[in-house]
T-cell receptor, first 112, second 112 residues
Framework: DTGVSQDPRHKITKRGQNVTFRCDPI?????LYWYRQTLGQGPEFLTY????????KSRLLSDRFSAERPKGSFSTLEIQRTEQGDSAMYLC??????????FGQGTRLTVV | DQQVKQNSPSLSVQEGRISILNCDYT??????FLWYKKYPAEGPTFLIS?????DKNEDGRFTVFLNKSAKHLSLHIVPSQPGDSAVYFC???????????FGKGTTLSVSS
């Protein structure tokens, strides 16, 4: 399967801890997106990379959040000093110029 | 403010009948509209899209209609099948950006 891959699928962490998620996009896709989804809501845009350059960040992305895409391949999303409000499904998607983006299965974060 | 609105949280349809899912938007700068389907514990799956310069796009059992004057689009599924039971998200892309803006979703239940 050459779809978007996310790791881990589930993460439970204590408040105040740091967490890091990984996303491997579809190999030929140069665009990579991070979204967050909470219960009863649609996915909300967090940030976007074209190759290794982070070109857009949502105001939802507080200072505690950082994303990287070294070498324009996989990406990581780190959340520092997690808060209970960070509990959500974190979705990664990739595309190659077309409007439609292809999503991974997501990482469900629970902050206790 | 919610730029993409799905006002019906749920829809129930019998197998074989038509399912019509609706979506309204407020931003005239959207140039593409998309529909995604999401099963529990999975990421959204792209279904079909339509450019703002068109009023209809069809792919198998799925047809999307766009009424720009009313800022309204709809997804028709004919005939509906039990496997279509999922949450359906309407999404839109601004002509000046790449990120997708999602509605809150409509849960479709198709009974046999």
């Amino acid at each position: 399967d050459t779809g978007v891959s996310q790791d881990p699928r589930h993460k439970i962490t204590k408040r105040g801890q740091n967490v890091t998620f990984r996303c491997d996009p579809i190999s030929e896709h140069n665009r990579l997106y991070w979204y967050r989804q909470t219960l009863g809501q649609g996915p909300e845009f967090l940030t976007y990379f074209q190759n290794e350059a982070q070109l857009e960040k949502s105001r939802l992305l507080s200072d505690r959040f950082s994303a990287e895409r070294p070498k324009g391949s996989f990406s990581t999303l780190e959340i520092q000093r997690t808060e209970q409000g960070d509990s959500a499904m974190y979705l990664c998607a990739s595309s190659h110029g077309a409007p439609e983006a292809f999503f991974g299965q997501g990482t469900r974060l629970t902050v206790v | 403010d919610q730029q993409v609105k799905q006002n019906s949280p749920s829809l129930s349809v019998q197998e074989g009948r038509i399912s019509i899912l609706n979506c309204d938007y407020t931003n005239s700068m959207f140039d593409y509209f998309l529909w995604y389907k999401k099963y529990p514990a999975e990421g959204p799956t792209f279904l079909i899209s339509i450019s703002s310069i068109k009023d209809k796009n069809e792919d198998g059992r799925f047809t999307v209609f766009l009424n720009k004057s009313a800022k309204h689009l709809s997804l028709h599924i004919v005939p509906s099948q039990p496997g279509d039971s999922a949450v359906y998200f309407c999404a839109a892309r601004r002509s000046t950006g790449t990120a997708l803006i999602f509605g809150k979703g409509t849960t479709l239940s198709v009974s046999s």
